[in-house]
C-alpha cells in the first residue's frame, strides 16, 4: 500500500508561480512511477506530468499545455515528487492529483492522493 500526501496549492494570480509537494509512503519510492493529474470543475481529469524510472536514470514527460511551464521532479531521499508550475493561467485552475505506480511503463496508476486545489485568478 501507498500513501499519497499533496500539498503546495493556493490562490495566486495569473502569471505566478506554485510547487506541488507530494509526499509518499509505503513502498519504495525510487522505483515507483509517479504523475500528475488534475481536474477542473465539470471537466474529467487530465493527465500533466509523469516521471519514470527507466535503466538507472528518469524520463519525464508533459501534457502540451503545461511544456516550457511545469516542471516535474522528485527527492528520493525524501519520498517526495514535486510539480514547479511557472507562469500560471487561469486555465491551470483545477485540483491536482499525485499518483502512484509500481509498473515502469503503462499509463494507468494504482494509487492516488486526495488533491491540493489550485485557483489561478486572470
Known amino acids: 500500500q501507498v500513501q499519497l500526501i499533496e500539498s503546495g496549492g493556493g490562490l495566486v494570480q495569473a502569471g505566478d508561480s506554485l510547487r506541488l509537494s507530494c509526499a509518499a509512503s509505503?513502498?519504495?519510492?525510487?522505483?515507483?512511477?509517479m504523475g500528475w493529474f488534475r481536474q477542473a470543475p465539470g471537466k474529467e481529469r487530465e493527465f500533466v506530468a509523469a516521471?519514470?524510472?527507466?535503466?538507472?536514470?528518469?524520463?519525464?514527460d508533459y501534457t502540451g499545455s503545461v511544456k516550457g511551464r511545469f516542471t516535474i521532479s522528485r527527492d528520493n531521499a525524501e519520498n517526495t515528487v514535486y510539480l514547479q508550475m511557472d507562469n500560471l493561467e487561469a486555465e491551470d485552475t483545477a485540483v491536482y492529483f499525485c499518483?502512484?505506480?509500481?509498473?515502469?511503463?503503462?499509463?494507468?496508476?494504482?494509487?492516488w492522493g486526495q488533491g491540493t486545489q489550485v485557483t489561478v485568478s486572470s
Open positions: 499518483a502512484a505506480d509500481p509498473s515502469v511503463g503503462g499509463t494507468e496508476y494504482t494509487y
Open positions: 509505503g513502498r519504495t519510492f525510487s522505483s515507483m512511477r
Open positions: 516521471v519514470r524510472p527507466i535503466g538507472g536514470t528518469y524520463f519525464v
